[in-house]
């Protein structure tokens, strides 16, 4: 029996384990690809594998969780020596190269929510003020004729008043002067009490001007009407007016008149009953107080849209001689 055989105490041969073949004298196998004698042990320990190095020695990134938050305020720089701390990586120095912040949600809170709802009001409130500011509806719809018209009335109103500027100022150069000074207050004060005569419609007044006649439809005229017929030719520079009704009774219109509506269509001015048609004869421009009558949606649309009627009438010298009866003072007395 050979050795191997006492070995194993049974009598049969123990196999043996692959065995490395040597060269001569006991040297190792010199085949290239012969395999390490270590590895063909079955008892020896698997080695632990080692980490795969990236390329350029590169050191491997540890993988953060997608929902945490990292805090990137402070990164430090290369070479700086970190300090690892519960699983928290810490500059040794001052920075912070990555800090996992508890994920949350994002509230609003109530300041903030106020703000936000303050500024849609805000932005809002804008937008239709400018709307409201940048298109006028009535001038919109106006045709390019009655634009016109309404931009030669606006013109002569312009004209009439320089001219009332450049009298004004004639008058206090010659108040200024020195000789002529007494009679030009004189002449002055004198003009001045023919305007306020004929404004309080004491006084008769003639010149050029224009009639306009109200013939009533399926509805009568209006009290309504008459005043804004009436409101309308102030505008437009009319001096003094008058009305008259069917009957010839005539009624000054001064800056105290009143209308209204009385029995069966008739008109009440200054107590004084009038029936229709209605005629108020005005001294003024007569091109611009008819623009101004005829101005869409004013009084002629309106008078027509109820099946009324109005024409008019140019002259070149209109007559106001309806006076109305001045106030009897008892207490005041002019001043000299």
Request: charged share 25%; aromatic share 2%; net charge negative.
């Amino acid at each position: 029996m050979s050795d191997e055989q006492s070995d194993t105490g049974t009598g049969w041969p123990q196999p043996g384990g692959p065995t490395r073949p040597g060269g001569p004298a006991g040297e190792p196998d010199p085949r290239p690809d012969a395999p390490d004698p270590d590895e063909l042990s079955p008892l020896a320990p698997p080695e632990p594998a080692q980490p795969q190095q990236r390329p350029d020695d590169e050191p491997a990134v540890e993988r953060v969780d997608d929902g945490a938050t990292v805090d990137l305020s402070a990164v430090s720089r290369p070479g700086e020596p970190v300090a690892v701390s519960d699983g928290l990586a810490e500059p040794v120095g001052e920075s912070v190269v990555a800090r996992p912040v508890a994920a949350g949600r994002f509230r609003w809170s109530t300041a903030g929510v106020m703000i936000v709802a303050l500024l849609v009001l805000l932005g809002f409130t804008l937008v239709v003020q400018l709307k409201t500011t940048s298109t006028d509806p009535t001038l919109g719809a106006t045709r390019q004729e009655d634009l016109v018209r309404i931009l030669s009335d606006l013109d002569a109103r312009e004209s009439r008043l320089q001219q009332d500027i450049r009298a004004l100022e004639d008058s206090q150069r010659q108040l200024r002067s020195g000789e002529q000074g007494r009679q030009a207050a004189l002449d002055e004060a004198t003009r001045r009490a023919n305007e306020l005569g004929i404004l309080a419609g004491t006084l008769p007044a003639v010149g050029p001007g224009l009639t306009v006649q109200f013939e009533a439809g399926v509805k009568p005229i209006t009290a309504t009407r008459v005043l804004d017929a009436v409101q309308e030719l102030r505008g437009a520079g009319a001096e003094a007016m008058q009305i008259a009704g069917g009957d010839r009774a005539t009624v000054r219109i001064i800056a105290s008149t009143y209308f209204l509506d009385g029995d069966n269509g008739s008109l009440m001015v200054e107590g004084r009953r009038l029936t229709g048609p209605y005629t108020i004869t005005v001294i003024g421009d007569p091109a611009t107080m008819r623009t101004a009558l005829n101005i869409p949606g004013g009084v002629v649309a309106s008078v027509r849209g109820v099946g009324g009627n109005v024409t008019f009438g140019e002259r070149e010298v209109a007559e106001v001689s309806a006076l109305h009866a001045p106030i009897k003072l008892e207490h005041a007395r002019p001043v000299s």
